[in-house]
């Protein structure tokens, strides 16, 4: 049932949710919010704050020379919301002058990111950092851990859109480890890439590859509850692989690099989804629900169905964030008014779309 709300009762609703200072954050030039640049609402938040970022299709930019460096809950619209004005909330940024990075480093260790589009590459730099939160994020680039100590990190209900390239790489050639890694309900257009780190603790569960290559140099891994449409999972060392689909034929366990075990796998098997062009990539359009009679259905080492909709978190397919109230529409009645009349703004709101 749609409920409306006011902008009031929306603003309150998240600040019960973060039990923090809220500031909001929008580029667009017509845009009304506290900060009309993501910098200018970097700069002033404290660790623990929310940054409320409004959707407007127009890259924000951190500062091109700085890092993310506080530890703060960044709140965008999602990666294809369904509203009145569907803008998403893109994320660009340079660093070093000509590299489009956007870096976090140990100060941001604790930040929480949702609903946000991260347009060029994320990296993790200077030293360790730890527990961060991706939630209905999209990231058009790879993300990268690169060679730093990194720990408690989760990517859920996200889309990594790197066409058959680097989605995610976890390379760590020293010895720090990268640890305790959560990967759930979550799209792949490419591959996992470990770069031959030893020390990986990854849990793969519930996620959809759609890219020709799956995982690389991948170590300890555990991959479960998971459909592979267009390749074979390869590329992986002393990894397990327990109930997932694969379209294409092969059998589990892969052989990759050895030492990899399988459990209740299910090869040249077609999950059927309701809408989906074997052979694509990830695109709105397509609905990744599984149709009845799905062999996909009930057989999830949870007993729910393996894929993207399975598990207790499950996929969101309109990439909206689920802790808050998404506006849908807003109508002025009475755009021309006299000096110091009243406007009638009419705003419906309704909680977000969650399958």
Known sequence: MKTTITILAAFFFM??????????????PVGGSQFNSLLAGYNASSNGDTLLVEGTNINYSHDNQADWNKNLVVIGIGFNPQKQSPRRTLFFNFYSCCEGVFRITSG???????????????????????????????????FRTNDNTV???TWRNCVFNNDNGEN????????????NMLVS?????????????????????????LGSSTFNQLHFAIIQNSIFMNAFPGGTTNSSFTKNIC??????????????SAA??????????????????????HNYHVQAGSPAIGAATDTTEIGLHGGFTRFNESGEVLIAPIMRTLNIS??????NGTINVNINATKPTNN
């Open 151 to 153: 720990s408690n990190f």
């Open 185 to 209: 309900n979550c799209v792949f257009d490419g591959y996992i890439d470990g770069a031959s780190n030893q020390f990986i603790t990854l849990l793969v569960d519930h996620c959809l590859f």
């Open 108 to 142: 941001g260790s604790g930040s929480r990111f949702y609903g946000i589009s991260f347009v060029n590459e994320v990296r993790i730099g200077g030293g360790g950092v730890s527990n961060l939160t991706f939630e209905n994020c999209r990231f058009d680039a790879s």
């Open 264 to 285: 209740g796998n299910l090869e040249a098997t077609n999950p059927n989804f309701v809408t989906y062009t074997n052979g694509s990539f990830y695109s709105s359009s």
């Open 168 to 179: 995610l790489d976890l390379a760590n050639s020293t010895t720090p480890f990268v640890s």
């Open 247 to 260: 379209r294409v034929a092969g059998t589990f366990p892969p052989i990759g690099g050895g030492g990899n």
């Open 15 to 28: 600040m019960n949710v973060t039990l923090a200072t809220v500031r909001t954050v929008s580029n667009d």
């Open 334 to 339: 009475n755009p021309t008014i006299a000096p």
